[in-house]
């Protein structure tokens, strides 16, 4: 078994600055990602209307996501991130304050959803933008690990803390809570150094943003990588439907643990994935880890007693940890600078859209066939997407001793 390296964490100051930041305020919002659909189901006790929250994030993730790309290839990365994250503390006063309203609005939850997703589509460009900038090329499979560790760690108490918080105190106590994380956080990213743009850099614009496209349509393990997510995390992701599984299921004690599996699961990844640096065919790993989280997924949707729905949960977690870390290396290792934000603001699509798809895919499924055959079905369509990746030669004989440095 192979420990974590944690070379990006000694030898990088702004690393362990990021990574600190990112702890706290990965912790506050886990916190709001569970008190969230549940203040939702709690107003209304409908699927569809917790299944909406995806429809209102997607196209502020869609449009912010792509413009944040572009900004991050022409602004200081550090600074758009300093700015997102004190914007995102704002949108969690927002939800605190209409918390303690003798009649919360429905209507305000779904606008400040929508605004957390925009500033979210700013801000993730840079952060992921900002990574290869800050720590050595051969370090960056050991800095993504770190980082999944990071927001495993969070997901798995964050969840738990939250759901136990907005059960036992309150919705209010919970946002409140994310506040502080934010405040916190926002005092850590202001010590970063500035990571200006390359003096060349283009200004945001359209032509730039399909100049990112166009360069990610010409690289077929690029197109892979997005491709095996989108269908992973649309078909297959029912985190929406966590609430009423939980009621079928007789376990509502068990909603913070069901949120929390797939981080359990993705933390053992990361706290072995020394193994990492020894592999070198990231696009068939990639694709294999994709195929295990869809099986996982149909499997915690047939599972009757409430210890195999979590223990299906940590299997797909890991599955899903393993896809991220070769994902984010190829896309580190070989990605031209100039570029990077674009891209990364495209590879936002990849791993954040998708589950806001996947919400309003689930919260349909369930409406017409309950909660349980919407996430088993989702997994075996999960698994048969992924095997269409075979046909992506370049994605799955990927092997990046054979690519030259981004």
Same mark, same amino acid.
């Given at each position: 078994?192979?420990?974590?390296?944690?070379?990006?964490?000694?030898?990088?100051?702004?690393?362990?600055?990021?990574?600190?930041?990112? *702890?706290?305020?990965?912790? @506050?919002?886990?916190?709001?990602?569970?008190?969230?659909?549940?203040?939702?189901?709690?107003?209304?006790?409908?699927?569809?209307?917790?299944?909406?929250?995806?429809?209102?994030?997607?196209?502020?993730?869609?449009?912010?996501?792509?413009?944040?790309?572009?900004? $991050?290839?022409?602004?200081?990365?550090?600074?758009?991130?300093?700015?997102?994250?004190?914007?995102? +503390?704002?949108?969690?006063?927002?939800?605190?304050?209409?918390?303690?309203?003798?009649?919360?609005?429905?209507?305000?939850?779904?606008?400040?959803?929508?605004?957390?997703? !925009?500033?979210?589509?700013?801000?993730?460009?840079?952060?992921?933008?900002?990574?290869?900038?800050?720590?050595?090329?051969?370090?960056?499979?050991? $800095?993504?690990?770190?980082?999944?560790?990071?927001? &495993?760690?969070?997901?798995?108490?964050?969840?738990?803390? +939250?759901?136990?918080? $907005? $059960?036992?105190? +309150?919705?209010?106590?919970?946002?409140?809570?994310?506040?502080? &994380?934010?405040?916190?956080?926002?005092?850590?990213?202001?010590?970063?150094?500035?990571?200006?743009?390359?003096?060349?850099?283009?200004?945001?614009?359209?032509?730039?943003?399909?100049?990112?496209?166009?360069?990610?349509?010409?690289?077929?393990?690029?197109?892979?990588?997005?491709?095996?997510?989108? *269908?992973?995390?649309?078909?297959?992701?029912?985190?929406?439907?966590?609430?009423?599984? !939980?009621?079928?299921?007789?376990?509502? /004690?068990?909603?913070?643990?069901?949120?929390?599996?797939?981080?359990?699961?993705?933390?053992?990844?990361?706290?072995?994935?020394?193994?990492?640096?020894?592999?070198?065919?990231?696009?068939?790993?990639? #694709?294999?880890?994709?195929?295990?989280?869809?099986?996982?997924? #149909?499997?915690?949707?047939?599972?009757?007693?409430?210890?195999?729905?979590?223990?299906?949960?940590?299997?797909?977690?890991?599955?899903?940890?393993?896809?991220?870390?070769?994902?984010?290396?190829? /896309?580190?290792?070989?990605?031209?600078?100039?570029?990077? @934000?674009?891209?990364?603001?495209?590879?936002?699509?990849?791993?954040?859209?998708?589950?806001?798809?996947?919400?309003?895919?689930? =919260?349909?499924? !369930?409406?017409?066939? =309950?909660?349980?055959?919407?996430?088993?079905?989702?997994?075996?369509?999960?698994?048969?997407?992924?095997? +269409?990746?075979?046909?992506?030669?370049?994605?799955?004989?990927?092997?990046?001793?054979?690519?030259?440095?981004?």
């Amino acid at each position: 078994m192979t420990v974590l390296d944690l070379r990006p964490w000694r030898t990088s100051r702004d690393y362990r600055l990021l990574w600190s930041s990112g *702890a706290i305020s990965v912790l @506050g919002s886990f916190i709001t990602y569970v008190t969230v659909p549940l203040q939702i189901k709690e107003l209304t006790g409908s699927y569809l209307a917790v299944g909406a929250m995806g429809l209102v994030e997607l196209v502020p993730m869609i449009v912010f996501g792509l413009y944040g790309g572009a900004l $991050a290839d022409a602004m200081d990365r550090s600074r758009i991130v300093l700015l997102s994250e004190a914007g995102l +503390g704002v949108v969690s006063l927002v939800l605190l304050a209409n918390s303690l309203l003798p009649h919360p609005m429905l209507w305000l939850i779904y606008v400040v959803v929508a605004l957390a997703a !925009a500033l979210d589509g700013l801000q993730r460009p840079s952060l992921d933008a900002l990574l290869p900038r800050i720590v050595p090329r051969d370090q960056l499979t050991a $800095a993504i690990a770190l980082s999944s560790m990071r927001f &495993s760690v969070g997901a798995i108490v964050g969840p738990a803390i +939250g759901g136990l918080i $907005a $059960a036992t105190f +309150g919705v209010s106590i919970a946002y409140g809570c994310d506040l502080v &994380s934010f405040g916190i956080a926002l005092v850590l990213l202001a010590q970063l150094k500035a990571v200006p743009p390359l003096s060349d850099a283009d200004k945001p614009s359209l032509r730039g943003i399909l100049e990112g496209l166009r360069y990610a349509g010409s690289r077929p393990d690029l197109l892979g990588t997005y491709l095996v997510d989108l *269908a992973a995390m649309i078909l297959a992701m029912p985190n929406a439907l966590f609430p009423f599984l !939980a009621d079928e299921l007789g376990a509502q /004690w068990a909603l913070g643990l069901m949120y929390a599996a797939t981080s359990v699961g993705a933390l053992a990844v990361t706290l072995t994935s020394g193994w990492t640096s020894k592999v070198h065919r990231h696009g068939l790993m990639v #694709a294999l880890a994709a195929g295990v989280w869809g099986l996982a997924m #149909a499997g915690a949707g047939w599972a009757q007693p409430v210890w195999l729905v979590l223990f299906c949960l940590v299997i797909a977690g890991a599955a899903d940890c393993v896809s991220g870390l070769f994902r984010s290396t190829m /896309w580190n290792q070989t990605i031209p600078d100039h570029l990077r @934000g674009r891209l990364a603001g495209i590879e936002l699509l990849s791993y954040t859209a998708g589950p806001q798809l996947s919400q309003i895919r689930a =919260g349909g499924m !369930a409406s017409l066939i =309950g909660a349980r055959p919407a996430i088993w079905t989702g997994g075996l369509a999960c698994v048969v997407a992924v095997m +269409g990746s075979v046909g992506l030669r370049g994605f799955i004989r990927y092997d990046d001793r054979l690519r030259p440095n981004g």
